[in-house]
């Protein structure tokens, strides 16, 4: 069985990191300049999807100089985060400036939500904030969950849709909505919780 390999795509139709060829292959097709690369774990392809294509493309062994990008988060960027009150229980989540911490959008609370729907919710709206103002910094987010689902452009949720959370997926579809009808030039970066101490948008709950 061949093995599995991650794709990073810093220059493309929507830069992320991808688990398919398939799906890197429609970021980077007919992109003049595109930079990709793939990768044997999802661990080195995220922390090289943090830092500048320079350092992997052409190298032989792209995951040996990742801890090097570890050392502090890029600052000229933005930070979402969600929190929730129980799971599931009233969500609200947030963004803010990576280097002032300053409030840039809030949304709740929700009378009943998940941390990875606020997560995901979060990062749209942060896209669609940059896209607005015509700004192409990154995003960071402590949610692998939630990278995912904007990555995949679908959510996986055991949350019930009923009278009670129907303004959240509402939302959600919305969110969705904007992924596929929407691209963007903002790499979603993963913060590196164990080694910079809380995202700078955290609610501080915990």
């Known amino acids: ?8 795509v810093w220059k493309g139709k929507n830069p992320g990191v991808y688990e398919h060829w398939d799906d890197c292959k429609m970021q980077i097709e007919n992109f003049t300049g595109a930079l990709y690369k793939s990768f044997e774990s999802e661990t080195n392809a995220i922390r090289a999807f943090a830092s500048k294509p320079g350092l992997y493309i052409g190298k032989a062994n792209a995951g040996t100089k990742s801890k090097k990008t570890l050392k502090k988060p ?5 930070s979402v985060d969600a929190a929730c009150s129980g799971n599931p229980g009233k969500l609200e989540y947030q963004g803010v400036e990576t280097a ?12 009943e939500g ?11 709206h942060g896209l669609a904030f940059l896209k607005k103002r015509n700004l192409d910094i990154p995003i960071y987010t402590d949610s692998v969950t939630a990278m995912k689902w904007v990555r995949d452009k679908k959510i ?14 509402e939302m959600v579809d919305r969110g969705i909505l904007w992924l596929i009808n929407n691209e963007y030039p903002n790499p979603i970066l ?16 915990k």
């Open 156 to 169: 996986k949720t055991n949350l019930e849709r009923n009278a009670i959370t129907e303004p959240l997926f």
């Open 1 to 8: 069985m061949p093995k599995k390999k991650y794709y990073v």
């Open 100 to 111: 002032t911490g300053k409030l840039l959008f809030h949304l709740g609370p929700f009378e």
């Open 190 to 205: 993963k913060w590196e919780t164990d080694s910079w101490g809380e995202i700078p948008a955290d609610f501080g709950r």
């Open 114 to 124: 998940t941390v990875n729907l606020g997560e995901f919710l979060a990062i749209v």
């Open 74 to 78: 890029l600052m000229n960027t933005i």
